[in-house]
């Protein structure tokens, strides 16, 4: 059973070993989220420790994907903090474990992030991602728009430079 929910500060801390693993097994994985390798879920602990601050300065809408009652996905809601963007937000660190792959955790965590930035009076959504990679694909099916490719923009983590693709979406 697949069940969506956003955490609050607390919950966030209390969810840290499996946000851990996660973000992990993504960095392992090959995904360019940020991490160089070798990372392991101990690695995460200071990241998802400032993400849970975050959330409690409300700053950031922290999602999981929970399968069978164990997180196994993840996605960030970051609010603009420029007076001049009080509509925009960033979407951030959708990471799906290589185990749950396949369940449609991507879509779903997706689209309760973009539902609760609408609530939250955001109109345009960003994005970036490795270019190239699956994820691509996933926004695109999900109706975002393709904005651009800076080369060269990021690391994978075994050191190889990534292209990053841009994304944009209207919501609300």
Not at 45 to 51: I, S, T
Not at 105 to 113: C, G, I, K, N, V
Not at 133 to 144: F, H, P, R, S, V
Not at 153 to 159: I, K, M, Q, T
């Amino acid at each position: 059973m697949v069940t969506i929910r956003m955490l609050d500060e607390q919950q966030a801390l209390a969810a840290l070993p499996d946000l851990c693993e996660v973000l992990a097994d993504c960095v392992e994985g090959g995904a360019s989220v940020g991490f160089m390798s070798p990372f392991t879920p101990e690695d995460g602990e200071l990241y998802w420790r400032g993400v849970a601050a975050a959330v409690g300065r409300r700053e950031v809408l922290l999602f999981v994907a929970e399968v069978d009652g164990r997180v196994s996905g993840t996605v960030q809601i970051g609010f603009a903090l420029k007076p001049n963007q009080p509509h925009r937000a960033d979407l951030m660190k959708l990471l799906v474990h290589r185990r749950a792959r396949g369940l449609g955790l991507s879509r779903l965590l997706m689209q309760a992030a973009e539902a609760e930035a609408a609530k939250h009076g955001r109109s345009l959504l960003v994005l970036d991602t490795a270019t190239g990679e699956l994820a691509e694909q996933i926004y695109e099916k999900l109706g975002w728009t393709r904005g651009g490719v800076i080369p060269d923009y990021a690391l994978f983590p075994d050191g190889r430079y990534c292209d990053t693709t841009f994304f944009w979406k209207r919501v609300g």
